[in-house]
């Protein structure tokens, strides 16, 4: 079968590109973010684009309110700032996409990042220059004490790296570039079952390009995402690994057709348990050779199985979780959405 590429829209001159900023209970890093984007906004060519700061406050308490009346409204590229009382991920990426809806395209950022020199030039430029429907770029590590060489070895933390024009078939949204022309006319949203979970972007991205649409990847426009000491930690990581796991099996079984659905579930439960298997293999071997190495990306390997298998048994591990909810909860059967693209 031919490769179904959606035709984009030309890029309006000047386009106008609406940056977004997420943020829940981190009022902290806000105003040292919004400096940069403002300073990213400057940097980009007017001709080439009209740029406007867009803060989503996912706490319905709007705890970043306070910071952000402290920065001084003259110095700063138009910027605007709501809250979204609902909980979760999903429901804020989606206020993000309504407050947009007068914008070309959208840049997703996350509140504990910092963009590099050029971020959104080059992001601006890449979309402009490969006609792409979403742009994703690259995410570079900033602990903030230094990691247990354990944690180094399992490579937790490394994110991809691709030449510059690589098409990628999924991608994360703390970094990326959504053409909403394209966004809207497939009528995409992000899933809100996903919106505690993790990996609403990559049933977002999965969705948009198996309807046609070309992500194209920016390897210059990095941004620093910042490492708390909290997430420096065996079990965070390991317990990180699991929600990836169930989230990629939970994403695929949602855009799976119906009638393929039980096939996948075996095969993700068989992978699930091969990976578990394998994972403890190689995790005992490295205790027995002390080789930090194989022992955490054994784990590594085998918490990602638990994942998987919990996924096509239905279970949601949910990573979001707030206050005294559940981590894990049980599903119905997933809703395919294959059918309708």
Do not use: K
Request: with cysteine; aromatic share 6%; charged share 25%.
């Amino acid at each position: 079968m031919a490769e179904r590429v959606l035709a984009t829209p030309p890029v309006p001159s000047p386009a106008r590109v609406t940056v977004c900023a997420l943020t829940f209970r981190r009022p902290q890093l806000l105003p040292a973010l919004v400096e940069a984007l403002d300073r990213a906004g400057r940097e980009v060519d007017p001709a080439e684009a009209i740029i406007d700061i867009l803060v989503v406050d996912n706490d319905p308490q709007g705890t970043g309110a306070a910071a952000l009346a402290d920065l001084v409204p003259t110095h700063l590229t138009p910027m605007r700032w709501v809250v979204e009382p609902t909980p979760g991920i999903s429901a804020a990426r989606n206020r993000a996409l309504s407050e947009a809806d007068s914008s070309d395209a959208l840049v997703f950022i996350d509140d504990d990042e910092t963009p590099t020199p050029q971020w959104l030039v080059r992001l601006v430029q890449t979309w402009r220059e490969h006609h792409a429907s979403a742009v994703a770029a690259r995410v570079l590590p900033e602990y903030a004490v230094s990691p247990d060489p354990w944690i180094l070895a399992g490579r937790f933390f490394d994110r991809r790296s691709l030449p510059t024009g690589s098409v990628v078939e999924v991608a994360a949204t703390n970094n990326l570039l959504l053409d909403l022309h394209v966004v809207r006319g497939l009528g995409l949203r992000f899933d809100e079952q996903f919106g505690l979970t993790g990996g609403e972007d990559g049933l977002f991205t999965s969705a948009l390009t198996r309807a046609g649409g070309r992500i194209v990847w920016c390897d210059e426009a990095a941004v620093t995402d910042l490492v708390p000491e909290g997430r420096l930690r065996r079990r965070w990581v390991l317990m990180r690994a699991v929600s990836h796991g169930n989230s990629s099996s939970l994403i695929d079984l949602q855009l799976m057709p119906d009638h393929r659905l039980a096939a996948a579930r075996a095969r993700f439960a068989v992978g699930g348990v091969v990976r578990m298997g394998g994972g403890a293999v190689r995790a005992l071997v490295g205790a027995i050779s002390r080789s930090p190495r194989h022992q955490a990306r054994g784990l590594r390997t085998a918490c990602r199985g638990v994942g998987m298998l919990a996924g096509a048994f239905g279970w949601r591990f949910r990573e979001y979780a707030r206050g005294g909810d559940p981590r894990w909860v049980r599903i119905r059967a997933a809703a395919s959405t294959a059918d309708a693209s």
